[in-house]
Structure formats: structure tokens, C-alpha cells
């Protein structure tokens, strides 16, 4: 995929690329599609560590991510909603999809911001496979 096709399926706003990975952030259509067209898109922060621009640009699945987005994260929903007890009412909305050549995602994880936490500010992160298939395990990570 060339760069240019990239940025134009993800409605790209910034591409950077550091010595340690490629970061991009898009700019999609909310599922709520508020009709307050400026409230309606929602920006979705992509990074790929340890990356290079033109392995990013040479990695087959992001156009099949694209299409699959709503339901990817309608399902790793439904997995953090099992693991966090029914008293504690949390919005959980999409803000990053990562990916790591170390693997430590799998094929890449999306990334939910909590916000404050007893523990610090926690995310919330569910791995999928290269086959699109969601890991069990949650993952909770605190800054």
C-alpha cells in the first residue's frame, strides 16, 4: 500500500516517523455519528513501534482493519465489560490500536483510555491475532 492510500482509508491528520516506530493518528466517523458533525469524528492515535515507514506501509491488514474496526471493538468491549465487576460503571471508547514488532500485542491490540485509577491512569488493552481473532486476556496497563 502506498503511503498516500494509507492516509486517505484512515483520514489521516498527523504521520510521524521516530527512530523507535511509525505514529499516525486518524480522524473516524464515531459510531454515535452525533449530529454535530465536529463531535461526530473521533481521533484514534495508531502506533506502530519498532517499525519502519515502509514496513507499515508494506503490512497487509489495513484495509480489512478499517472495515472491521466497529465490530473489533464492539467485541473487545464485550470482553472488558466480563472482567470488570458489574458495580463499576465505566465508559469505554476506542483510542489507540498498537502494534509492536516485539509481538507483545500479538498482531496489534486496541487501546482503551480509563482515565484515573487508585493505581494511576489506566488503559485497557485487547490483543487480536493476525487472524482477527481477540486473546482472552485483558490487559491493564497504568502510567
Not at 464515531?30 to 515507514?53: D, M, P, V
Request: charged share 25%; aromatic share 12%.
Amino acid at each position: 500500500m502506498r503511503k498516500l492510500e494509507l492516509m486517505t482509508l484512515w483520514n489521516v491528520e498527523s504521520w510521524s516517523e521516530e527512530p523507535y516506530g511509525v505514529y499516525f493518528v486518524s480522524r473516524r466517523l464515531g459510531i454515535n455519528r452525533l449530529e454535530n458533525e465536529g463531535q461526530a469524528f473521533q481521533k484514534l492515535n495508531i502506533s506502530c513501534t519498532n517499525y519502519t515507514e515502509a514496513e507499515v506501509l508494506s503490512l497487509p491488514m489495513w484495509e480489512q482493519l478499517y472495515v472491521q474496526l466497529d465490530k473489533l471493538d464492539k467485541l473487545a468491549q464485550e470482553l472488558i465489560e466480563q472482567e470488570i465487576p458489574q458495580e463499576e460503571s465505566i465508559v469505554l471508547i476506542l483510542t489507540d490500536i498498537m502494534l509492536d514488532k516485539s509481538g507483545c500485542y500479538d498482531a496489534f491490540a486496541l487501546g482503551y483510555d480509563v482515565g484515573e485509577s487508585p493505581a494511576g491512569h489506566l488503559y485497557i488493552l485487547v490483543s487480536f491475532d493476525e487472524d482477527f481473532t481477540a486473546q482472552q486476556d485483558v490487559i491493564y496497563e497504568t502510567l
